[in-house]
Nanobody
Framework: QVQFVESGGGLVQPGGSLRLSCAAS????????MGWYRQAPGKQRELVAS???????TYADSVKGRFTISRDNAKNTVYLQMNSLVPEDTAVYYC????????WGQGTQVTVSS
């Protein structure tokens, strides 16, 4: 099974930016869709952004225009560039295939607060 290791989270002020990385243990080239998910306290995990092998991407309405997902298949890595962060973006962020059929990694905490 493919395993994922997320990194890049942290504490950032509103309006700030972060870049998350997700390293996969195996080749992600064969996966048709990779996704970034997040889970805020007391809420269900939700899909934030997804990217096809051809780099076509889709975004949740709440992050459209602020977040950008990208992938580097040679490095088995998926990225999430997050700009104009707001407190509502506070959550643990995870990556997985879409649908999420692989085991979840530990995630990376993103906290947006002044």
């Amino acid at each position: 099974q493919v395993q994922f290791v997320e990194s890049g989270g942290g504490l950032v002020q509103p309006g700030g930016s972060l870049r998350l990385s997700c390293a996969a243990s195996g080749s992600i080239f064969s996966f048709y869709v990779m996704g970034w998910y997040r889970q805020a306290p007391g809420k269900q995990r939700e899909l934030v952004a997804s990217i096809l092998s051809g780099d076509a991407a889709t975004y949740a309405d709440s992050v459209k225009g602020r977040f950008t997902i990208s992938r580097d298949n040679a490095k088995n890595t998926v990225y999430l560039q997050m700009n104009s962060l707001v407190p509502e973006d506070t959550a643990v962020y995870y990556c997985n295939v879409f649908p999420a059929t692989s085991p979840w990694g530990q995630g990376t905490q993103v906290t947006v607060s002044s």
